[in-house]
């Protein structure tokens, strides 16, 4: 049990570290002018530069991702990730102990890498969805706040204070930017950060196209809205497309697990033993346990190449 206390020690510390650096950024707003320094300002002739546009530093990546995913937690997150990364740890100890009889000082790690995986995974699909249903709706109202003769700024305001969720919070905070005098370029870059998604990127282009060259925007967020719309329904005609191969490779993956730890373990328990406990039965598991890794990372790669 030493490995779990380490465990949880060490993530305490972790989250203590981050949480105390996003207090500190709350506090101080003018932290945030630091996070880009002015050789990485864009100009307006870069405004469809998708690699300019996203640059940054890689710590402060890993820091913003951090609080993205604290932001996905609502109330609480430090608790609500140590729970998380506590229970996980049990939950890999029992299984161990029940199935698979490891050495703990192996188990822990690994449980921790996947479970901390896992809920990275589970968390931006989670941020993704929402970002999906709210983003449409907040075009519609920043077409209708520039139709009514509202300028972009206002107009972005009127958006952040009348959309739920994230996308709401984030609109809202960039009309405050604005309204304070922030650069645009600064404004949706620090936006592209918090939603790194080809949709709002391509938005962000939009506007930052519009500031520095003019046009009809409304037309242009009407059309920006539609192509989204159409993106979207692509990608659910794919996903009903691929639904049978993918329900298929999760029953393959899913028939050796069963045999071995629902069949075999009851079945034939003498078998079970070998495998699990002697040397040579424990070569015969690593091999179907890469196996099987590399067999649905394949799959993965097949199915996230298609196109419908």
Known sequence: M??????????????????????RGRLNFLDEQKEFSYETAVDE??????????????????????SNLLNELGKHPTLKLALYL????????YLNATFLNFDLKYVFPVVLVLSAVLGVQLLNRQAKKRF?????????????????????????????????GSVGKEFKRMGEH????????????????????????????????????????????VNLNRIMF??????????????????????????PFIFLFGVMRFLMPENYIYVMEDDTGRQILYYMLISEAIGMLIIYLIMKGVKA
């Open 2 to 23: 030493i490995y779990v206390f380490i465990t949880i020690f060490l993530v305490g510390l972790v989250c203590m570290y981050f949480g105390v650096q996003k207090i």
């Open 45 to 66: 002739n870069s405004a469809i530069d998708l690699e300019r546009l996203s640059f940054i530093p890689w710590h402060r990546r890993v820091s913003r991702a951090y």
């Open 86 to 93: 506590l229970g996980s740890q049990l939950i890999g100890y």
């Open 132 to 164: 999906d249903d709210s983003f449409p709706e907040a075009l519609n109202m920043l077409a209708s706040a520039i139709s009514a003769g509202e300028s972009l700024m206002h107009s972005i305001i009127y958006v952040g204070e009348n959309v739920e």
């Open 178 to 221: 604005l309204k304070i005098g922030d650069s645009p370029d600064e404004v949706f870059r620090k936006a592209c950060v918090r939603f790194p998604y080809p949709a709002f990127r391509f938005f962000v282009i939009t506007m930052r196209a519009n500031i520095a060259r003019g046009g009809q925007l409304r037309s242009v967020i």
């Open 230 to 255: 159409e993106a979207r329904a692509m990608d659910k005609k794919k996903f009903a497309l691929t639904s049978e191969a993918r329900a298929s490779a999760k029953i393959v993956f899913a028939i």
